[in-house]
């Protein structure tokens, strides 16, 4: 099976190369690179005005298998990450049973295996504390034997300090980062939406940016205090990204990741109690979103990951309380880097692809995807200028959960080539 | 002239005209009420349900007084030994009891906007009766109603609110219908019982009474929950009552006459004393009385819409 990708823009952080070239990819591996290629027996992909990039990891997914396959299965979440143009992804632990042992993590790579075939990699990120209930340590050297990529409790934080400080210790001894959803429960009991102007005027519970920004400060000097490697989940607040700043600024390994809907939707959004707009962390203020795109610039933030989290039409279906935090990203994610990021001027396609893909991969030690003769097609191939308006019925997701529907974005998918198969959107 | 609305969910982002058009109405309601025969027929073979998923005494014996005054016929509807104890769905209850023909649907429900969220899932009017701590639409009228009787007018006027502003719904539909009417609104309680940003609806913050009475005209003392948070938000009764509660000592001090409201039910002698809640200024029972009359108001405005 060989395809010839004409005239496409390459762009390749591993290499640095950003310019205009074919590619031969002959049976999931790169065979030539160049310009003005043919092959005799080549399947033609024309690419003029279109990207092709190393695969792009979204490093916080939710594919909430075993347990709540009804919201979404791995199966259908691969699919919805190829729509969305990643060939890989990194699952979170929050399923039932949790992946707090290393049978789960086995299980995870045996569904992944035969979801359209192993296209799309799956790594999945084990708990950092047995049943994820912040008691005591997780076996995390199975789960590291076992391919857990990295360790947190997303969706609750670990908060016992003396917890946090054994978890970055003994996870420094294999080189796997502590993820931490960061937020001081004790400052959020009850809460659902940001402290401020919106929840004082529509009566929901808030949720003070504070609590965020004071877990972030303890977790790094614990993260300095033992050598371990910390890694904050998708930031909300202004204030975050300066202890993050700082950190890096002192060559400690802290590293950090934005969701698509920090850097693009505010609280006001909340004013019609649409339970898509109920997310944890929650949507901030028109500053905060700012600073996340300052963040992205400046390099604070490294990564953007979507935290995906599916649920089922009917639970989101309820008073806004009671409705399940999170919504969808996979298959918008793109979409809205393009619009929100590169259309206003916050990075280039070059800084864009780090962020989707060089950076994640190099903050959990994967190798790096070079495009480049010999190897293996690890690719995303997206029309930077495409337009089109969101139309959840269309996604490959199980669910539809997601608060971008209608919207008209710029950049869209083309498809994805990985483990000797590909995904055309 | 029809009301902008085909619900009432909250006094937030509704038009002077809306509000005034309610108030007006109400008077000739009011006036019903007076007569030996205090029954009129504008709502002859509609059907209003009562939808109370959180307990309530008074707003739903006005409620239910207001529409069969109005000629309606009227389901009730308590959250307790209902499909609900059995896990059914807001909107699976709702769409039952819409299925059996209903036009107007008033609710009471514990989440803030519960009623917006009906709004979205049922054809039928909705009337919010109270959800959350976001918002109590009717009282809030009937403050203005009840303030507006006494005093001719709601612009300029001095409107004090105290208590638990946080969870209050009374007080943000207070805040939100009377800055529509041009009125002064200040709130005061303890720092802890104030959100954050809540100066942004317009409205000055205190939290020393000696600080704010002796401009008020008007002095709405919001009931304080005995159980909320268990001495988290404020230490003890005692001392709520000691720099929170409205005596008549405080009044004296003010030196200002003053109107006294509370939206019920009243805890005598901890947030406001049984001397003040007596007294000639003191309007609660006129506040019940007004609330069948603006209630009747809301069910007529909305149902000659449709």
Not at chain 1, 4 to 25: A, F, N, Q
Not at chain 1, 113 to 129: E, F, S
Not at chain 1, 213 to 229: F, H, K, N, S
Not at chain 2, 55 to 84: C, H, K, P, Q
Request: aromatic share 6%.
């Amino acid at each position: 099976m060989q395809l010839l990708l004409k005239g496409g823009r390459l762009i390749d952080p591993s290499t640095g190369r950003d310019e205009t070239l074919d590619i031969v990819v002959t049976d999931g591996r790169i065979d030539r690179i160049g310009k003005g290629l043919s092959g005799n027996t080549a399947q033609v992909i024309e690419l003029r005005g279109k990207i092709i990039a190393p695969g792009f990891l979204d490093m916080h997914v939710h594919f909430r298998e075993p347990g709540y396959e009804y919201k979404e299965s791995i199966a259908s979440g691969c699919e919805a990450a190829a729509a969305g143009g990643f060939t890989a992804v990194c699952c979170m632990p929050n399923t039932n049973p949790p992946i707090d042992d290393e049978s789960i993590v086995h299980f995870i790579h045996a569904r992944s295996r035969v979801a359209l075939d192993g296209l799309v990699d799956v790594y999945p990120v084990g708990a950092v504390t047995a049943g994820r209930k912040g008691e005591h340590l997780a076996p995390l050297a199975e789960l590291s034997a076992a391919g857990a990529i990295a360790f947190s409790d997303d969706g609750d934080p670990v908060h016992d300090a003396e917890l946090m400080r054994r978890a970055l210790e003994y996870s420094a001894m294999f080189k796997k980062p502590i993820i931490q959803h960061a937020q001081e429960p004790s400052l959020t009991m009850g809460g659902v939406a940001n402290e401020g102007y919106p929840s004082a005027s529509l009566g929901l519970p808030p949720m003070p940016r504070i609590a965020e920004e004071i877990m972030v400060a303890r977790d790094i000097r614990l993260a300095e205090y033992t050598g371990g490697q910390y890694h904050v989940a998708h930031v909300s607040v202004a204030q975050t990204l300066d202890h993050v700043r700082n950190a890096k600024a002192k060559g400690l390994p802290v590293t950090c990741e934005v969701t698509p809907h920090h850097y693009t939707l505010i609280d006001e959004a909340l004013s019609s109690y649409d339970t898509n707009t109920k997310m944890n962390p929650p949507l901030r203020t028109r500053d905060d979103v700012e600073a996340m795109k300052a963040g992205l610039k400046d390099g604070t933030i490294d990564a953007i990951a979507t935290d995906h989290a599916p649920h089922s039409y009917d639970e989101k279906e309820v008073e806004f309380a009671q409705a399940p935090f999170g919504i969808i990203g996979l298959e918008t994610a793109l979409g809205l880097a393009v619009t929100e990021l590169v259309r206003k001027n916050v990075l280039s396609f070059y800084e864009l692809v780090e962020k989707l893909s060089t950076n994640p991969r190099r903050l959990l030690h994967l190798p790096a995807i070079a495009i480049t003769e010999g190897e293996l097609a690890n690719l995303t191939i997206f029309d930077p200028g495409a337009e089109w308006v969101v139309d959840p019925s269309t996604f490959r997701s199980r669910a539809r959960n997601t608060p971008f529907g209608k919207m008209h974005l710029v950049g869209k998918p083309i498809g994805i080539l990985n483990n000797s198969h590909a995904f055309w959107s | 002239m029809p009301l902008h609305s085909k619900h009432l969910l909250g006094l937030d982002g509704m038009s002077r005209e809306d509000l005034q058009l309610i108030l007006d109405t109400a008077v000739s309601f009011r006036e019903v009420l007076e007569r030996p025969i205090k029954k009129v027929p504008p709502l002859q073979g509609k059907t209003v349900a009562n939808m109370f998923f959180e307990n309530s005494t008074r707003t739903r014996l006005s409620f239910e007084l207001a529409e069969r005054r109005l000629s309606a016929d009227v389901l009730g509807f308590a959250a307790t030994g209902s499909s609900v104890s059995k896990g059914e769905t807001l909107k699976d209850t709702a769409r039952n009891i819409e299925a059996m023909k209903v036009d107007m649907v008033v609710m009471r429900h514990s989440a803030a906007g519960a009623s917006h969220y009906l709004s979205r899932v049922i054809d039928a009017n909705v009337i919010n009766a109270g959800d959350g701590s976001h918002e109590h639409p009717t009282q809030g009228l009937l403050d203005m109603y009840t303030i507006r009787e006494k005093h001719g007018r709601l612009h300029d006027l001095h409107v004090c609110i105290v208590g638990d502003i946080s969870h209050s719904r009374v007080a943000r539909s207070n805040i939100f219908g009377l800055k529509t009417m041009g009125a002064r609104v200040s709130v005061c309680g303890p720092a802890t019982m104030i959100p954050r940003d809540i100066d942004r609806l317009g409205v000055e913050v205190y939290h020393h009474l000696d600080d704010v009475l002796p401009t008020v005209d008007v002095l709405n003392v919001l009931r304080i929950q005995l159980e909320r948070d268990a001495g988290r938000l404020f230490p003890t009764i005692r001392e709520y009552r000691q720099t929170f509660g409205i005596t008549r000592g405080r009044l004296e001090k003010a030196g200002r006459v003053m109107t006294i409201m509370h939206p019920g039910p009243i805890n005598r002698d901890v947030e406001i004393s049984a001397d003040v809640a007596d007294s000639e200024h003191s309007v609660i029972l006129q506040q019940v009385l007004n609330g069948v009359a603006v209630r009747m108001s809301v069910l007529y405005l909305l149902s000659t819409r449709n």
